[in-house]
């Protein structure tokens, strides 16, 4: 019997979100540099807006920004803000204190790992890769693979599936409330809940529904209960 763990990874693994936040900053700040005719909280707001339209895994925020703000992109502004943001979130991107003492606490305990992520198959490997733990997994699925979102079933059973055990001995583990822990739940699994803090609307719903998950403020804590 396999017993297999199942990681989220942007913002479970690592901080995604406040590199994220920096890195685009930065980009920002190069571009207005460079001519750009935004003050940075002007520009950062603008940004948010088009990445909340198009998506984060869309590819050309940047050139629509420059877009809307002369009324046609500008390919040296865009090249300058690419750059900026790549090289500043690379030379950022760390893991959580305690991801890389968790996962080999876990391995060490027999457990299979996989991954389970919303986003494009190679991006995520390369993540996986620039934070030196790719080695832990056995699986990864990607939303793209899939074909399917979290929190469809669909893409928890295919995950499954591939590292051939069953939803009964398999855990998820992930900070995203609706995508990762009722989505995991809906496909039969255990959840482990990471979040700095429980909403409000999080405990009516675990309280309605009688939910059985482990919430968590820190992924070192598994080393706790796994
Ligand atoms: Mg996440």
Known sequence: MIKAVFFDIDDTLYDTSGFAKLARKAALNVMIDAGLPLSPDDAYT??????????SNYDRHLNVLTKEVFGEEKPLLV????????NVK?????????????????KARGYHLG?????????????LVRLGLHHFFD?????QEAGVEKPDVAIFELAME???????NSVMIGNNFNDDILGAINAGMSAVFLTPELK?????????KSLELDIIS????IKDIM
């Open 162 to 168: 591939t590292m051939n055990c069953k939803a009964e």
């Open 200 to 208: 409000e609307s999080e405990r009516v719903i675990i309280k309605e």
């Open 139 to 143: 699986s990864v699925i990607t939303s």
């Open 115 to 127: 991954v389970i992520s919303n986003g494009i198959t190679i991006k995520q490997y390369e993540k």
């Open 79 to 86: 090249a300058l803000g690419m750059i900026t943001y790549h």
């Open 46 to 55: 603008l940004l948010r807006k088009i990445i909340k339209e198009k998506g």
């Open 90 to 106: 690379f030379a950022l991107l760390r893991l959580f204190p305690e991801t890389m003492s968790t996962l080999i606490h876990l």
């Open 218 to 221: 820190d992924i070192g804590q």
